[in-house]
């Protein structure tokens, strides 16, 4: 909160100005509800704008650039010319999808940065980039690891019919290109990008006009809609709940969900190596039932005290 006497920044509940000790005006429930949620809305905002933007300007420079020839030397293009030239705009988007997604994420990151730069504040601070405690790291990953193949088998409950269309949408989004690209953006920077907007800021935002609780179930289901899909609704509803619990329990730190995330992330992946294409039920059930064990323990680990001059970087 703000003294609108020596303009300082004084931490939220304050009754008195930390520098020259004058009163600090109350704010109404309503008022901090309202504002909690204005700055956790306007940071998914920015999230979601800086993707729109790198993607229409790619995308239109890309059409220009196809399109220019035909228009400076003056030929008639037919319907033809031109649903082949924009079905070879969407395969040259598809194949690039993971660069825009690089310089969108570097450039939400780099906003971020020069922003509470701008305002004179700790980027770090004011995303919550704390330290946690060691040994509790691993342990953020394997129970990101271990959520992956629990999720999927709770998904294989919901109605055939909406799996399906999940299954068609995503086989059409699925981007070629280098498969180091893809893996660094989705089990590294995505992760990253994704805990500081919603847990970093969001969640941290939403949680100074109202309750922890409410402030988890809101966060969660504003990282559940950016997804699109119900059925990605869904699960990242879920999974904003369970590293919104992880940011709590590590010293309200962003690594923690960071590393979760990642873990998750990188999950699918070893899913996807271990079973491939296979239908056998007995695999299937051996690698959930063997992934409900970590996740038990992992929780386990995660649950436990933090041991005394465990907090290091």
């Not at 309202?34 to 933007?53: E, K, N, P, S």
């Not at 893809?182 to 847990?199: A, G």
Request: glycine share 6%; aromatic share 10%.
């Amino acid at each position: 909160m703000r003294c609108p006497h020596c303009h300082t920044d004084n931490y939220e509940g304050a009754k008195f100005c930390l520098s020259c000790g004058c009163p600090l005006p109350r704010e109404s429930q309503a008022k901090k509800f309202f504002m909690a949620a204005l700055h956790a809305c306007l940071y998914v905002a920015l999230f979601m704008g800086i993707q729109f933007l790198v993607s229409f300007f790619y995308s239109f420079f890309l059409s220009f650039s196809m399109m220019a020839p035909h228009l400076l030397s003056g030929s008639d293009l037919g319907d033809d010319a031109v649903m082949a030239i924009t079905e070879d705009i969407v395969r040259i988007v598809n194949n690039n999808l993971h660069t825009m997604m690089l310089l969108s994420g570097l450039l939400t990151i780099l906003t971020l940065v020069i922003s509470f730069r701008l305002r004179k504040k700790s980027p770090t601070e004011e995303m919550h980039i704390r330290k946690i405690p060691l040994l509790r790291a691993p342990w953020c990953v394997v129970f990101g690891v271990a959520l992956q193949p629990v999720t999927n088998l709770l998904l294989n409950f919901l109605p055939t019919s909406l799996l399906m269309d999940f299954e068609e949408q995503n086989a059409l989004a699925d981007a070629a290109g280098p498969l180091a690209m893809e893996i660094f953006n989705v089990v590294i920077l995505t992760p990253i990008v994704e805990e500081l907007i919603f847990r970093g800021l969001a969640f941290t935002r939403l949680r100074r006009g109202m309750s922890t609780a409410l402030a988890v179930l809101i966060s969660s289901a504003l990282f559940g809609a950016v997804h699109g899909h119900l059925v990605s609704f869904l699960y990242a509803s879920v999974l904003g709940v369970a590293l919104a619990w992880l940011m709590r329990r590590n010293n309200d730190s962003v690594i923690a969900p960071i590393l979760c995330h990642a873990g998750f992330n990188g999950g699918n992946y070893l899913l996807q190596a271990l079973l491939g294409d296979t239908d056998n039920p007995l695999l299937f059930f051996s690698v959930t039932l063997a992934s409900a064990a970590l996740l038990v323990l992992s929780g386990f680990m995660i649950l436990r005290p933090i041991p005394a001059g465990d907090m290091r970087e």
